[in-house]
């Protein structure tokens, strides 16, 4: 005897392991620099604050003065050299200045070069994306197997999950799909 509930949950499931997988790559691609001042690019950067790694984002005003500057504004000034430091070392491609009071994050224009390598690296980000998602559907698929194994389910309802699964998975793929297509678009635009 087929129980809906359990079958409703097993799609919920999966269903809102897309939804995180999605949200990954969408937080993945906030923070891949595009030319543009983006404050999101500092959301993975932490420093240490009085012996405990704090995000940037929890010390200071992060505001984009210009369309390829960001300034800094610490709280604590004490921590404006920590902050700055942390920033620096993390590597993102931008250059760092304090004066003492602020710290500003200027955004080099990117060569085509750079642009074609970012392009590459979002089209990989995208690509594991799509990995977890299809480990997902197995998921999904293996729960409704045994099932049908354990003669929960038919052969015919098998076949009607099946579909069912990969259309869902065709239509996260899509949406993956868009945000890749105006992240790229965004990344070569000069």
């Not at 990954?24 to 983006?38: C, P």
């Not at 604590?76 to 500003?104: E, P, Y």
């Not at 200027?106 to 480990?135: D, G, S, W």
Request: aromatic residues 6%; hydrophobic residues 40%.
């Amino acid at each position: 005897m087929v129980n809906d509930d359990d079958i409703n949950l097993i799609l919920e499931n999966f269903k809102n392991n897309l939804e995180k997988s999605i949200d990954y790559l969408k937080g993945e691609f906030q923070v891949i620099r595009a030319g543009r001042a983006n404050p999101h690019i500092l959301d993975k950067v932490y420093a240490d604050y009085y012996g405990t790694m704090t995000p940037i984002n929890q010390m200071a005003n992060i505001t984009v003065a210009e369309a390829r500057l960001i300034t800094v504004s610490v709280w604590d000034i004490n921590q404006l050299k920590n902050v700055s430091k942390a920033i620096s070392s993390a590597d993102l491609g931008v250059n760092v200045s304090d004066d003492g009071k602020i710290i500003r994050l200027a955004f080099p224009v990117l060569t085509e070069e750079r642009r074609k390598e970012i392009a590459k690296n979002i089209k990989q980000i995208l690509e594991a994306t799509k990995v977890t998602m299809r480990n997902h559907r197995r998921d999904c698929l293996d729960n409704f197997k045994s099932m049908k194994k354990d003669n929960i389910i038919s052969e015919d309802d098998m076949t009607f999950y099946e579909n069912k699964v990969q259309k869902i998975l065709d239509d996260y793929t899509e949406t993956a799909d868009k945000l890749y297509a105006s992240k790229e678009k965004e990344v070569l635009e000069v």
